[in-house]
Every structure is written in C-alpha cells, then in structure tokens.
C-alpha cells in the first residue's frame, strides 16, 4: 500500500497502540474473558413469534436438568424500575426484560436459563416451551409499514426530528432549470463488532452491583442499572477496560445486562452472559432500511437554487428511533432554499439504533448520488460541481466554520485517485471484459464535545498515569490519551500508563458520536498542564535540590525529569520531584467544563439535541470534512462490481495519532464498501423473521473483497479546541457508498438507487 507523507508537520507522532502488546499476546481481558469463583451462565431464550401474548411458558424440563440453577421469565423475574437515564435518540430497547406477556418484536429475550455451565445453560434453555396468543400479523418492512411524519408523532418524535427548513423551496424548485428527482433506499444494516456482547454481573450483598460489560460510555451504564435495580450511582461499578468494537451497538446498555445482573442476584453467584451472534442481530440496536427522496434544482451549470430532503426509516412499536438523512444535505452546499422532512414507520421489529455514522451514512448515499445525477444531468465534473456549490459558512447555523480544507481534500484525493484520467462519457472506458468507472462524493461528519473529567498524575515510582471512564472500544483512546498527556509533561507515550473504561474513574464523554478524543483529550490535555505547574513548583521547592530556588520560567519538563532550562542536564526526575507527595504520588483532575458537567452529565438529561448544539455552540460550526473517490471495475457478463481503489482525503484538524487514525478510516472506508456492495438484513415479510441474522450470510467485507486503500489527511490545527483536533472516525463511512455508486454509473451509465449496488443484465 502507497503511504503518503504526512501533509502538516502538527499532527502528532505516528504512535503504534500501547496496548497493542497486550492485545496481540492475550493478556486484554475482555468483558466475558474472567472466570470467578462460583460463576453461573445464563442463556437466553428468544420469542417465535413478532407479535403478540405469551400464553405459557413451561419451565420444568429446563429446572429439572442437571446443573440449571434456575430459570427466569416475566412470571418471576424481580421487578426492575424505569430508567430515566437512556440517551434520547441512541436506540430503542428501552424496555425492561421480563416485564409483562407482551411479544413486541421476534427473538425478544423471554426467558433465561441459569447454569453451573455453559453446556447446561443451554441444553436447558433447549428445554423450555412457550405458547403463544393473540398472535398478530407483524408490519415487518418499511415498504409495508404506516410512514408518519415524526413532527406529528407527539413529545420525544418532535424532540428527534430534525425537521428544518430555509427560504422557500418550493418556489425554487418550481422555477429552477434543472430539476433532480429520485428516490434512494438503503436496507437494514447489523453491527458486527468482532466481540460478541457480553455481561459478567455480580453482586456485593443486596445494594452493590458491578458489570463488566464492553461499553462505548460507562457512565450511561451506570446511570441506567442503578435505575433499573434501585440502586445509588456510586453502588454500580462498570468495568470496560477492553472493547472489541462498538460503532453504536455499546452506546446503550441493554436488556441481556439487566438479565445477567438479576440472575447474579437471583442465584447468588457471578453470572456470565454471552450473546450468540444470531442474537447480537437483535438485541443491541441495528441501523433501520431508510427510504430517501432528494429533490435538486439547479441553474444549467448545477449551481444549486434548491433541495428539499424527505426521509423515512423503519422503527419499532416500542422504541422510536430516527436515521436522518438530512444531517447530510443541511449543511455542506451553499443552497438558499431548503427542506428536510423525517418520517418513521413503526415496525414490529427489534429496536434500531446508533450504528456507523448514524444519519450521515445513508445520507450521504442519497445526497451524493442526487448531486452525481445533475453533474450527469448539467454537463458539469462532479468533482467541479461540488466546488460551485461550496459555501464558506455554515448556512444551516448562518456561523463560520472553524475550519475548513475541504477544497484541500478534493484536490489532493482528485490527484491520489487520478481524477483527471476520468471520462466524462459513461461506459467508454474498457478493460478486457470490464467496464472501469470513477467516483467521488464529498464526507462530512459535525464535531460533538462533551465534558469530561480526566486525572492524570505522577505515581511514586515517577511513572506518568492517566486516568478516565472514557472507553477505548478500538479506535485507540489509550494511545491517544498517552500522547496528549506525554506532550505535556515531557515524556515518551510509551512510558505513559492509561487507564480507562471504568466507573472508579472520573466521567467522560461516550467513545459514540466520534466526540471522545476532543472531548477526553481537552480534559487530559488541561489536567496535565496543571499538573506540570504542580511539577515545577515542587521542583523549586525541593530543598538541596539542584532546583531549588529557580525561577518558575527558567524551569520546564524533559524525558520524565524537571529540568533547568539553559541547562536540562540539570535536573530532578519525576520520583524524586514527587517524592514528599505520599504513597498515591502527585494527580490533578480537571473537569473540561465544569459549567456544563454539571447541568448534562450531572443529572438525566443527556440527549443527542445536546451533543448536536454542542457541535454549533460559540461562534464557529465545527465540522470534519472530507472528499471519497473510488475506482470500480464491473463485469460485462456477469455485472459483479469490484472496488479497485479507493481513496479517501479527509480534513480532520489535528491528527493526534496519524497511526490509528488512518486505521480508523481504513476501518471506516472498508464499512462503506460494505454498504455500497454487501450489507444487506434480509426479512420475511410475513413473519418479521430475519433470515441472515449470522456472519455466514449477512456479508461484510473481507480482505478479497477490499482493495488498496489511501488515506490522506489535509487538516491543519482547529480553533475550536487546545489541541486542535476534530471528528475521526465516523467521516470514513460517509460518502463511500455514494462515490462507489456514482463510479458504476460512470462505468456503465446505470444509475443505481438501491443498496446494496446489484447490476443485472437483463
Ligand atoms: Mo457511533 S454510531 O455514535 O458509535
């Protein structure tokens, strides 16, 4: 793979995982990797049925056979209460398991079988029979589903919405040249982080609960089981030290951690409790089908006079959730009249949720591909299309960006991918039986902050340590951390010591939203920098020290050691600098916004309206930029479409760590090569039975199917922020499946609409 330099000497030093080793050799312990004394298994059972009554369920084959513990179900699991405490807007599965005979969706848990072993757990699960009645027909698609416009569905759709509008579209549409119509739809789309969902519970007498459980934001997991179990706060502990993979399936905490926890409790040991991969299909939230209708009008070059943006996604009865498509087209083009519409259709599935750039994945397929179509329709590059209508402000907030590279990113991806090499002409570039074709589309994501707290101090050993609840789910939060925090103080990140993901820890952000390493990195960045001033103090204050005495200014931090200035071989390294401070050392904690810390994550009412106007508060709008290209080659005879390049320029700010950010967005990239191509829930309409629902036939990318990948960053420093850093991460998904459609277009002149991209030659 070719690797470019990278572009601006400030984005940080290309640093490999510290807790690569660790991964790699094992020793990661993941939330389902711990075997305690007296552990039981619970094993769930799944409804057959979508809608509907449980009539009965017959437990006594399951309790009779050897090793079960007990079998748990609506008719005697302990009462749980509300949880006020979910994030509006991250996903359904809001209701608590076993709660009544109510079959709101197929495959919901119904009951759970507790064993001395896995092997008993599930034989006895085996052995449970469930009747059913009233059983209704299910709604099981958007195509067949009662489409409603979320303004009219009462308090939390309004509160969801992102229902907005400016100038007068209608008129401008009517009165404009060129007019694009078209209607895009994506399928249901499944998470499939590598590690299973899984929960180890045990209780400490009646009132303390601790849950290791792979998180995406352990603070909301704590606020939700202390809800649900009556608890106080600080008597649930959350552990996350290791996540494989979250990409919105962790936001939320969801019913099989309740369950676990009330089995713990129930049969008085620790309970594990692992997800089978059919069931991770189910129950931690997936992204719904979404149908788009994208309405242009343009002048006859393609500058854009209006765009009016309909959308509609599939929910569940029992959880309302919306994918707007919307948050793709509000903002990036200079177009005056504007309208985005939501809808949902209320479904009896399971409850969609935050997965891979919620919003702004299928948005972007619509938005992108609609501006592919006038380019085709005007006569005008697509690339040159995106640069007439480029806006220098934010013309959804009416505010300045922050920052804003996104021509830099066109150019230097148009010049990566070869751009210039592109026929304008549709199907007239050949390779033996294939057809070759190039896209583009343009990558957007807003850049959320959120208070965090981080302590990050000097152990007495004069080892650096950092700590915080904010998760690594993967992206590399601990290396990131480490590098914030050794830029500061001196040293090298290897010699840094993170740690994370638990709630003994101060609070912090969501590793969600791409807003962790702003959010997290402003908090270590300002308790390290006060933690430094503590450091010199001391220093100066260290009698008989070659130190002491020295003027604060002359001082400053090099290799682990408080130096002198004018000459930094003469100094006092951390251990001793710390050495009065007692057994725990010398820590600061600070909070990023104490203001803020207080009135969100200090009480219930974190929603993701909260995170959004985070991203235009004060007086810039804060957002990633980025531009996709993609080269396809397509089969003449058989229409298989093949990616054989794909590039991606990305204005980011700052890149702490040039290293796993590029992963991120290799990562990021690869998904949407899926989407475009692959990923597809394929259901039964009749009975809302998902008929993939495993990694056999649900189809991801895999390393055939994946070709050279470039990533490049063009970003300089952001205002917004110490460190100068914006949203990694959910941008790599954004805009792939529309460059890889726009380039089948270019390849053959079919204009495709529906993911996952399938030609056929009839
Ligand atoms: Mo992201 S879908 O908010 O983890």
């Known amino acids: ?40 298994h619970a094993v769930l059972v799944g409804a057959t049925i979508a809608r509907g009554k449980i009539a009965s369920i017959d437990t006594a084959a399951a309790l009779a056979a050897p090793g079960v513990l007990a079998v748990l179900t609506h008719a005697n699991a302990p009462k749980m209460k509300k949880a006020a405490a979910f994030p509006l807007g991250a996903s359904g599965h809001r209701r608590r398991p076993f709660l009544d005979e109510e079959i709101h ?36 698609t958007l195509a067949t589903g009662d489409v409603q416009r979320m303004a009219s569905m009462g308090f939390m759709a309004k509160a969801l919405s992102e229902d907005t509008q400016r100038g007068e579209p209608d008129s401008a549409l009517a009165s404009a040249p060129l007019v694009i119509e078209a209607v895009y739809t994506t399928p249901r789309h499944y998470h499939a982080a590598m590690e299973p969902h899984a929960t180890l519970a045990w209780w400490e007498g009646e009132d303390r609960l601790s849950v290791r459980e792979g998180s995406q934001w352990v603070d909301g997991a704590q606020d939700v089981l202390a809800n649900w179990f ?51 299909f189910l129950a931690v939230g997936n992204r719904p089908a979404t149908r788009q209708r994208l309405r242009l009008g343009a002048d006859a070059q393609g500058k854009l006079s209006a765009l009016i943006h309909e959308t509609a996604n599939e929910t569940s009865r029992d959880a309302l959730y919306g994918e707007p498509g919307s948050r793709s087209s509000h903002a990036t083009y200079a177009v005056a009249n504007y309208r985005a519409e939501n809808s949902v259709a209320e479904l009896d599935i399971s409850p969609p949720g935050w997965m891979r750039a919620p919003g702004e994945a299928p948005g972007s397929f619509a938005v992108e591909s609609a501006l592919d179509e006038l380019a085709a329709k005007a006569g005008t590059d697509p690339l040159a299309l995106r640069l007439l209508n480029h806006v220098d ?58 208070p965090s707290e981080a302590r990050v101090g000097v152990s007495r050993e004069g080892r650096v340590f950092v700590e915080s609840r904010g998760v690594d789910i993967g992206q590399g939060t601990y290396t990131a951390m480490a590098i914030v925090a050794a830029e500061v103080l001196g040293v090298s990140p290897s010699l840094v010591d993170v740690r ?61 050691r408080v130096v002198s200035l004018d000459a930094p071989t003469v100094g006092l390294d951390f251990a001793a600098v710390v050495s009065t401070q007692g057994e725990a050392g010398l820590s600061v904690t600070y909070h990023s916004l104490p203001t803020m810390v207080s009135r969100i ?18 007086d810039s709008s804060i957002h990633s930029w980025g531009a996709q290209f993609a080269e396809v080659a397509v089969d003449e005879e058989l229409g298989i479409i093949r990616v054989r390049r794909m590039v991606g320029a990305f204005d980011c700010g700052r890149i702490l760590n ?73 941008i790599g998904i954004t805009g792939v499946a529309a460059a890889i459609a726009n380039a ?17 030659t009839s």
Do not use: C
Request: charged residues 20%; positive net charge; aromatic residues 4%.
């Open 1 to 40: 793979m070719k690797t470019h330099p990278v572009a601006h000497l400030t984005h940080g030093p290309a640093t490999s995982r510290i807790d690569g080793i660790a991964k790699v050799t094992g020793r990661a312990d993941y939330s389902a990797d711990a075997v305690p004394e007296g552990l039981a």
């Open 105 to 140: 969706y197929r495959g919901q848990h119904i009951a759970a079988v507790v064993a001395v072993s896995l092997e008993a757990a599930r034989h006895g699960a085996s052995l449970v029979r469930v009747t059913y009645r009233d059983e209704t027909p299910p709604a099981a």
């Open 230 to 280: 009556g608890l106080k706060r600080d008597d649930v502990r959350l552990i996350s030290s290791f996540v494989g993979g979250g990409f919105g399936s962790r936001v939320n905490i969801y019913p099989h951690a309740a369950i676990a926890a009330m089995a713990s409790r129930v049969v008085g040991r620790p309970v594990k409790l692992v997800l089978s991969r059919s069931q991770v």
């Open 393 to 450: 402000s934010d013309p959804h907030s009416g505010k300045p960006w922050s920052s804003r590279k996104l021509k830099e990113a066109y150019a230097a991806g148009a010049e990566a991918i070869g751009w210039s090499r592109r026929s304008a002409e549709p199907r007239s570039r050949r390779e033996g039986h294939e057809w070759i074709g190039l896209g583009m589309a343009t990558a957007s994501y807003p850049t959320r902050s959120f």
């Open 500 to 560: 994370l993901g638990d709630t003994r820890y101060p609070r912090s952000a969501m590793a969600g939203g791409s807003m962790l390493s702003q959010s997290l990195g402003d908090a270590v960045h300002g308790a390290a920098v006060e933690l430094r001033e503590k450091l010199l103090d001391l220093a100066r204050r260290t009698k008989g020290s070659s130190l002491q005495g020295k003027e604060r200014a002359a001082l400053g931090v090099r290799d682990g």
């Open 601 to 618: 994550i200090g009480s219930k009412a974190f929603t993701s309206a909260a995170g959004v106007r985070v991203q235009t508060a004060g």
């Open 658 to 730: 040039p290293k796993t950010a590029r992963s991120q967005m290799i990562g990021g990239m690869t998904m949407g090569l899926g989407m475009a191509l692959l990923e597809a829930g394929h259901v039964d309409p009749r009975t809302a039975q998902l008929v993939n629902g495993d990694l056999g036939e649900y189809l991801v990318p895999v390393h055939a199917d994946v070709p050279e990948i470039e990533v490049l960053f063009v970003g300089e420093p952001d205002p917004s922020n110490a460190l100068g850093i914006k949203s990694v991460g959910e």
């Open 744 to 760: 089948v277009y270019n390849a053959t002149g079919r204009r495709l609409r529906e993911l996952p991209l399938q030609l056929r």
